[in-house]
């Protein structure tokens, strides 16, 4: 039972590219379970949500599923739809008027179902909340919670579009239009994003540069000596900006730090985090060849330089 709720528990977070959040569009890593997925575009690295189980779960025998609505197969008539194609039913009402944003951080009890009434993943039966960004999961997600309040409960009947696809290209999705019952327990707002740095635009006179192009600096010293290598998996809290002051990704903003292999994410990335060492924070300018290019063939990755802070937490 462990691995197969924990395996589905994975399948709601739209992956996040860390730094592009680490799924597909981090700056760095590449998607991992270790990050969760956010919507905007964050630096390959990871990467965020945002939501991974929390606490391993003793073996014990696998349960039966819960039963699925007599609704599963379709949206009934009475169902609500959006612009977008999510359609869903309030089963019970909130306990308030205000609603998450879309970097808020949710608690919710979720049930999944395929339409021909098979459970994929519920937090109800591991008998934990899930907790996450609301910019970090499937798209019918992040739209559905921010039309709910503290205390709702609502059945979604989501459109492959707006979840995995009908082929799914992540390894255990569920395909097609998919159904879930979901109670919103509780949110918090966001941190507030950092500050744009005023140098942004153009590494200072006092930035270190490397061969390869890499200027950093300094922010904050670190409390270790010894540096991550390639083959490493650190752990990282990140800000990225372009060099017009737009940030395009933040785990600070997610509230939720990013573990990743140092070798797969941007070469900047790779490069800067190895001059590091545990409890340091660094700015970096990253030259376009060493990040997505001038024109990236990656959709929603930033062009040309990109400015990081990065605080290296810990590695392994």
């Known amino acids: 039972m462990k691995r197969r709720m924990k395996r589905g528990y994975l399948v709601l977070v739209a992956m996040l590219a860390v730094p592009l959040s680490a799924c597909d569009q981090k700056p760095a890593p590449q998607a991992t379970a270790d990050a969760p997925?956010?919507?905007?575009?964050?630096?390959?690295?990871?990467?965020?949500?945002?939501?991974?189980?929390?606490?391993?779960?003793p073996s014990a025998p696998e349960p039966a599923g819960l039963p699925a609505p007599p609704d599963v197969a379709a949206p009934p008539a009475?169902?609500?739809?959006?612009?977008?194609?999510?359609?869903?039913?309030?089963?019970?009402p909130g306990k308030d008027k205000e609603h998450p944003g879309p970097d808020d951080k949710v608690k919710v009890h979720y049930t999944g179902w395929t339409t021909d009434g098979k459970m994929f993943d519920s937090s109800v039966l591991r008998g934990e909340p899930a907790s996450f960004g609301v910019g970090g999961v499937i798209k019918g997600w992040t739209?559905?919670?921010?039309?709910?309040?503290?205390?709702?409960?609502?059945?979604?009947?989501i459109p492959g579009n707006l979840a995995y696809g009908d082929r799914p290209m992540q390894p255990g999705a569920p395909a097609g239009m998919l159904v879930f019952d979901v109670e919103l327990l509780d949110f918090a707002p966001a941190p507030k994003p950092p500050p744009v740095p005023?140098?942004?635009?153009?590494?200072?006179?006092?930035?270190?540069k490397t061969a390869s192009g890499l200027a950093y600096e300094v922010l904050q010293k670190g409390t270790g000596t010894e540096h991550p290598k390639p083959t490493s998996r650190v752990t990282v809290h990140y800000t990225g900006w372009t060099t017009d002051g737009k940030m395009f990704d933040s785990s600070i903003v997610r509230d939720e730090p990013i573990t990743f292999p140092l070798g797969g994410v941007i070469k900047g990335w790779t490069e800067g985090v190895q001059l590091m060492v545990k409890g340091e924070k660094a700015?970096?300018?990253?030259?376009?060849?060493?990040?997505?290019?001038?024109?990236?063939?990656r959709p929603g990755a930033p062009a040309g330089m990109l400015v990081f802070d990065i605080e290296l937490i810990d590695f392994r």
Not at 79 to 91: D, E, I, P, R, Y
Not at 143 to 157: I, N, T, Y
């Open 198 to 208: 005023k140098d942004v635009k153009a590494p200072p006179k006092a930035a270190k």
């Open 78 to 92: 009475d169902a609500q739809k959006t612009a977008s194609g999510l359609a869903f039913k309030v089963l019970t």
């Open 283 to 297: 700015r970096f300018w990253i030259p376009a060849e060493l990040a997505y290019g001038e024109k990236p063939t």
């Open 143 to 157: 739209e559905a919670l921010q039309l709910m309040s503290k205390g709702e409960k609502r059945r979604l009947w």
């Open 37 to 57: 997925a956010a919507a905007s575009a964050k630096p390959a690295a990871p990467p965020t949500h945002a939501a991974e189980p929390t606490a391993e779960q």
